[in-house]
């Protein structure tokens, strides 16, 4: 082979591996973003907003203190960094006026928003970029048996959507991965809430 055929051959593979990489690049997140507040009006705390396309979302976990809910461990302190976990029957009726428990449609479509890449929702404390401002916490959870596990490690949210007369569904985000688990959990455990504006 001579020096000009060997520099042709070099050049082709060079673009052939300059495609590939290109091609492992996901492109920029373009979505319409918007910061604000809100206040409830029944306690006066202030929670930061986000606007994600056409949804608003509270940016911050509830932290209402009501009913079939607590702090992680019963330790105030956890209340002020990760809100409050509460039960499904709670969860559905906790938001402030003009805001509601998101189902778990809301949920899919927020994903779908994002091209299926849950690290824009995940905190740094969750090894995610949160370019949304979302800002996920890993509050854990309180199980149905009233056993506290998970802070640091997992996010789990309550949705509205029931599945049947003892349980309900989840959307969970985890340190270990870019996704958006759903699954289903018995309504008596005490997840957090994050609320959409209606």
Same mark, same amino acid.
């Given at each position: 082979?001579?020096?000009?055929?060997?520099?042709? =051959?070099?050049?082709?593979?060079?673009?052939?591996?300059?495609? +590939?990489?290109?091609?492992?690049?996901?492109?920029?997140?373009?979505?319409?973003?918007?910061?604000?507040?809100?206040?409830?009006?029944?306690?006066?705390? &202030?929670?930061?907003?986000?606007?994600?396309?056409?949804?608003?979302?509270?940016?911050?976990?509830?932290?209402?203190? +009501?009913?079939?809910?607590?702090?992680?461990?019963?330790?105030?302190?956890?209340? +002020?960094?990760?809100?409050?976990?509460?039960?499904?029957?709670?969860?559905?009726?906790?938001?402030?006026?003009?805001?509601?428990?998101?189902?778990?449609?809301?949920?899919?479509?927020?994903?779908?928003?994002?091209?299926?890449?849950?690290?824009?929702?995940?905190?740094?404390?969750?090894?995610?970029?949160?370019? =949304?401002?979302?800002?996920?916490?890993?509050?854990? !959870?309180?199980?149905?048996?009233?056993?506290?596990?998970?802070?640091?490690?997992?996010?789990?949210?309550?949705?509205?959507?029931?599945?049947?007369?003892?349980?309900?569904?989840?959307?969970?985000?985890?340190?270990? !991965?870019?996704?958006?688990?759903?699954?289903? !959990?018995?309504? +008596?455990?005490?997840?957090?809430?994050?609320? &959409?504006?209606?």
């Amino acid at each position: 082979m001579n020096l000009v055929n060997k520099i042709s =051959t070099t050049l082709l593979v060079i673009a052939a591996l300059a495609s +590939v990489a290109s091609a492992k690049v996901k492109p920029k997140l373009e979505i319409h973003l918007s910061k604000g507040t809100m206040t409830d009006p029944r306690d006066g705390t &202030i929670y930061n907003t986000v606007m994600i396309d056409n949804q608003i979302w509270m940016a911050e976990n509830l932290d209402y203190k +009501v009913g079939a809910s607590w702090c992680y461990e019963n330790n105030p302190e956890k209340c +002020v960094v990760y809100g409050r976990l509460y039960n499904w029957v709670t969860a559905k009726s906790v938001c402030p006026v003009g805001w509601k428990l998101p189902s778990d449609h809301d949920w899919e479509k927020l994903l779908e928003i994002l091209g299926d890449d849950a690290q824009h929702l995940k905190s740094g404390d969750m090894q995610g970029t949160d370019s =949304t401002g979302f800002e996920a916490l890993p509050a854990g !959870d309180r199980n149905a048996e009233g056993v506290y596990d998970d802070i640091g490690g997992y996010a789990t949210f309550w949705t509205s959507t029931e599945n049947d007369s003892t349980s309900a569904w989840k959307s969970l985000l985890s340190v270990g !991965d870019n996704q958006l688990h759903r699954g289903v !959990d018995q309504k +008596v455990s005490g997840f957090s809430v994050r609320c &959409i504006k209606e």
